[in-house]
């Protein structure tokens, strides 16, 4: 299947040259050390810094400077609308509804807030079923929630491990163990992306196992968001949480974002934690007794919008709803690949590494993890001073992530030189 490709520079460029996107690389800085641009790899950590965030914030600090209070109404993007100027693009990206889905807070907060109005157990139905090495945080914030709510950690929350001699879970596996589950599971969660392995879960088949045995199912898309395609609202997704930082480049810290499908907007008794920015619009500033929500994910806004973090995701989103999704993505499953090939080719008996991520295309990303069989960090150490930012995941993983946006062909086609040499003399 991959033998369209070609392990020549010359070939690289071929690609570079007919890449429909190739003139967004000049819309982001990418970094350099001692004068040398870097290759850029680290998307999946940090997503680059588009040209257009500058003016963005800028504008925010003129209109700050020039009409200070006055700027909620009348900046040029009203700050007490704000978190409405994204809606459009994230739902295309995450395929939802704008009334499913808000720029707000962290990912880990959204993910408490979301687990408040979604983790409701009960003395039969109390589980929370999750993929095993869920990135930290998520572990944190279902650990701190079971105990929360009184329960005991280790009988409550379960947490699947692939097959031995495996690095990924098989989707037929995680339905199983709904299943085994079932009437015990309150509420299924799993990454989009797996943070670690690079594998993308097939969210129609967890989504609809998960409802059919009478649970919730939400999604941590923060390797997701951006990089893969995204049903959220024809799979019935219940809730999902992301961050912004990464693939969407919003920069450090940016605004994340969450979905709930509208099938539970007008479910009676849903329990969620309020702040005046959820609370109906039209009088907010009335500041009476008794929390009314606006209808739709809106109404689990808390606080008001950090306006220079949303003016940097804005300025990310445009450049998205330029080159689209389905462009890009393309685009990503052909530097992916090649990358992928490119690999085969330095090492095709897997002595020196393996490629953890899973080959099939529907079932990653743009990110390859590759594990190393030796020499470990001396490896990732030599790399990462031949000028590649890439990252390291112990105990001996090694991230990759070209972005479509902004990696080419000719990129990955030097790092391969730069690791098979790197290879040859450790
Ligand atoms: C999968 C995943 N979940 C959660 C987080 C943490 O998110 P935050 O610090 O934005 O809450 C990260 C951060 O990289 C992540 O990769």
Redesign the pocket.
């Known amino acids: 299947m991959k033998n369209k490709f070609e392990n020549t520079l010359r070939f690289a460029k071929k690609l570079d040259h007919s890449d429909i996107l190739k003139s967004y690389r000049s819309k982001f800085f990418i970094p350099k050390i001692k004068g040398k641009t870097v290759i850029y790899f680290s998307g999946n950590?940090l997503g680059l810094q588009p040209k257009q965030t500058n003016s963005f914030i800028q504008q925010e600090l003129k209109d700050w400077e020039n009409l200070g209070v006055e700027g909620h109404e009348h900046a040029r993007r009203p700050w007490l609308y704000y978190h409405k100027f994204s809606k459009k693009i994230l739902a295309e990206i995450v395929g939802a509804k704008p009334s499913e889905v808000v720029a707000m807070n962290?990912?880990?907060?959204n993910l408490h807030l979301l687990m408040v109005s979604f983790y409701r157990p009960s003395a039969g139905r109390y589980k929370i079923l999750t993929e095993a090495g869920?990135?930290s945080?998520?572990q944190y914030a279902f650990e701190s929630q079971i105990k929360f709510h009184g329960l005991d950690l280790e009988s409550t929350l379960i947490e699947l491990h692939p097959r031995d001699g495996e690095f990924t879970l098989r989707t037929e596996d995680i339905i199983k163990a709904i299943e085994e589950h079932g009437h015990e599971l309150a509420l299924v969660v799993f990454?989009g992306v797996q943070?670690y392995t690079g594998q993308f879960f097939d969210i129609k088949q967890i989504t609809d196992a998960g409802q059919k045995a009478g649970a919730v199912v939400g999604f941590?898309l923060?390797?997701a968001i951006g990089n893969v395609d995204l049903h959220l609202h024809r799979h019935k997704v219940d809730f999902a949480v992301w961050?912004s930082?990464?693939y969407l480049n919003a920069g450090p810290g940016g605004i994340?974002g969450a979905f709930i499908h509208e099938k539970h907007f007008d479910q009676d008794g849903i329990q969620r934690f309020a702040g005046w920015w959820g609370h109906e619009e039209k009088e907010r500033f009335e500041m009476k007794k008794g929390f009314r929500p606006i209808r739709g994910i809106d109404g689990w806004q808390v606080s008001n919008v950090p306006v220079f973090q949303a003016a940097a995701h804005l300025a990310s989103l445009e450049i998205f709803q330029q080159a689209g999704m389905k462009a890009l993505r393309q685009k990503s499953i052909l530097l992916t690949d090649y990358l992928e090939y490119l690999l085969r080719e330095i090492d095709p008996l897997e002595n020196s590494f393996r490629i953890i991520t899973p080959s099939n295309a529907a079932e990653r990303g743009c990110q390859l993890s590759i594990f190393l069989k030796k020499n470990r960090k001396k490896i990732f150490n030599s790399i990462t001073r031949n000028g590649v930012s890439l990252d390291w995941r112990e105990p001996n993983v090694i991230r990759l992530a070209p972005v479509p946006l902004y990696n080419t062909f000719e990129e990955v086609f030097r790092f391969a030189e730069i690791f098979k040499a790197i290879l040859a003399k450790s």
Not at 106 to 109: D, E, F, G, R
């Open positions: 950590s962290q990912l880990t907060v869920a990135f945080s998520d990454g943070y941590d923060a390797h961050c930082y990464k994340a």
